[in-house]
């Protein structure tokens, strides 16, 4: 069974410092993982996806994500961040041809000025 | 372009009552549609997916129901409400592309009282 793990569910960073958000995966095939990120009250957009290839990808708004199959990890980072950038950020796997993702409990980021 | 509307935004219903949420996606046709649900701290969970009109699954059992009585218009609905049935319902769509991207619209907050 497919299962996504969010070990952190709430990270204080301060504003222009970098940003790491874990993501450790279970999926019994080759994964296709996403980042969404949920302002408060709002729905989800799609921050970055990967589906094979470079296993560094580049998303919206600075972030990027890499891909370690060998650590069946998909961490997100951003260098700099802004106080745009508080928010729930969701790590999801699954198949695509169905849309039928897994998604991970989320975590909560909070940047302080 | 596309677009997807849920309505309503916020809803208080007493325990026993009924429930109508409804989704719409406008600017694309035969789109796979999906309820979740997103509890405190539990991420998102899928209730249902379909792939056509007639054409709905369900992920976990429960006390909703789905329907898609128009193409691009998807319905979540309950006759009794619970109180576990409390949370925040969004509605997604993922285009006949399958890039694999899910499009949510802006959720419907349920409280049972």
């Known amino acids: 069974a497919q299962s996504v793990t969010q070990p952190d569910i709430h990270i204080t960073v301060s504003e222009g410092a970098s940003l790491e958000l874990r993501c450790n995966y279970s999926?019994?095939?080759?994964?296709?993982l996403f980042w969404y990120v949920q302002s408060p009250g709002q729905g989800l957009q799609l921050l970055l996806k990967?589906?094979?290839?470079?296993?560094l990808v580049q998303g919206i708004k600075g972030f990027e994500a890499e891909f370690k199959r060998s650590q069946s990890s998909f961490n997100l980072r951003k260098p700099s961040v802004h106080w745009s950038d508080a928010a729930e950020y969701f790590c999801?796997?699954?198949?695509?041809?169905?849309?039928?993702?897994?998604f991970g409990a989320g975590t909560q980021v909070v940047v302080t000025p | 372009s596309q677009t997807i509307h849920q309505w309503p935004a916020t809803l208080v219903q007493p325990v026993g009552s009924p429930l109508s949420l409804e989704c719409t996606v406008e600017?694309?046709?035969?789109?796979?549609l999906y309820w979740y649900r997103q509890a405190a701290g539990r991420g998102l969970q899928l209730l249902f997916y379909?792939?056509?009109?007639?054409?709905i699954s369900s992920e976990v059992p429960q006390n909703l129901s789905a329907s898609r009585p128009q193409d691009r218009q998807f319905i979540l609905s309950s006759k009794k409400l619970l109180l576990s049935d409390s949370g925040f319902y969004l509605c997604?769509?993922?285009?006949?592309?399958?890039?694999?991207?899910?499009?949510f619209g802006e959720g419907s907050r349920l409280t049972v009282l």
């Open positions: 997604a769509w993922m285009g006949t592309t399958a890039t694999g991207e899910l499009f």
């Open positions: 999926y019994g095939a080759t994964p296709y």
């Open positions: 990967y589906f094979s290839g470079d296993t």
């Open positions: 999801a796997v699954g198949a695509i041809s169905w849309g039928k993702l897994q």
């Open positions: 600017g694309t046709s035969n789109p796979n």
């Open positions: 379909s792939i056509g009109i007639d054409q």
